[in-house]
């Protein structure tokens, strides 16, 4: 399985700024995916990252609050704008091949408090 | 609307003991249904499922597949408090996954 690492780990940020989070991935990746995890809730999805050309987002995302860049294959950025107490989560990046049978990895996440 | 089911919500068992975790499933384009272990942030990879009755096993760990009942168990024999942590289902595509909320399995010594 891929080394998948995310910075920042963990940040707490005031209400109305926005955050850029990186994920990083140690092997060229097919699909990278961004999730969003809201305390005591299970995963959402927020997108699929494509290279080269614009995210895919899921129903409830827009790419005005959270704009995506995927400009090659082993990387992406998740910016979450604007930000406001509701924001707060645990954001997670994931990848995996392609193809009908593959399973995602996860990165560690990071965890963002806004105040 | 694809939508995983998960039980119990929490479940809270002695060293040693058995569990058995529940996972049922509706979703408009199965390919297979992966179970995650989540302790801190980052869900951690057990096991994908894709073709029914065939258990897939990890030391005390194993879990198999009903694809005509749409459901899915994950059983963990001689629990220790390390395995204290969120057990995630998830069921979909390599594309688009959709998760259960999760089991909180809580192990006493």
């Known amino acids: 399985s891929a080394v998948i690492s995310q910075k920042p780990s963990r940040d707490i940020c005031q209400r109305g700024t926005s955050l850029t989070i990186q994920c990083q991935v140690d092997?060229?990746?097919?699909?990278m995916f961004w999730y969003r995890q809201q305390p005591g809730q299970s995963l959402t999805l927020i997108a699929t990252?494509?290279?080269?050309?614009?995210?895919?987002?899921e129903s409830g995302f827009v790419i005005d609050k959270f704009p995506i860049s995927r400009p090659n294959l082993t990387f992406s950025t998740l910016t979450v704008s604007n930000m406001s107490p509701e924001d707060s989560s645990i954001y997670l990046c994931?990848?995996?091949?392609?193809?009908?049978?593959?399973?995602?990895?996860f990165g560690p996440g990071t965890r963002l408090t806004v105040t | 609307e694809d939508k995983v089911v998960q039980s119990p919500l929490s479940l809270v068992v002695h060293e040693g003991d058995t569990v058995t975790l529940n996972c049922s499933y509706e979703?408009?384009?199965?390919?297979?249904l992966l179970w995650y272990k989540q302790e801190k942030k980052a869900p951690t990879f057990l096991f994908m499922l894709?073709?029914?009755?065939i258990e897939k096993k990890s030391g005390r760990l194993s879990s198999i597949l009903d694809k005509k009942e749409l459901f899915s168990i994950l059983n963990i024999t001689a629990t220790q408090t390390g395995d204290s942590a969120v057990y995630l289902c998830?069921?979909?595509?390599?594309?688009?996954?959709?998760f259960g909320s999760g089991t909180q399995l809580t192990v006493l010594p």
């Open positions: 994931s990848v995996s091949g392609q193809g009908r049978f593959y399973e995602q990895y």
């Open positions: 092997s060229q990746v097919t699909m």
């Open positions: 990252a494509n290279q080269g050309s614009e995210a895919t987002y």
């Open positions: 979703v408009t384009n199965f390919r297979s």
């Open positions: 894709t073709s029914s009755g």
């Open positions: 998830a069921s979909g595509s390599a594309r688009q996954l959709t």
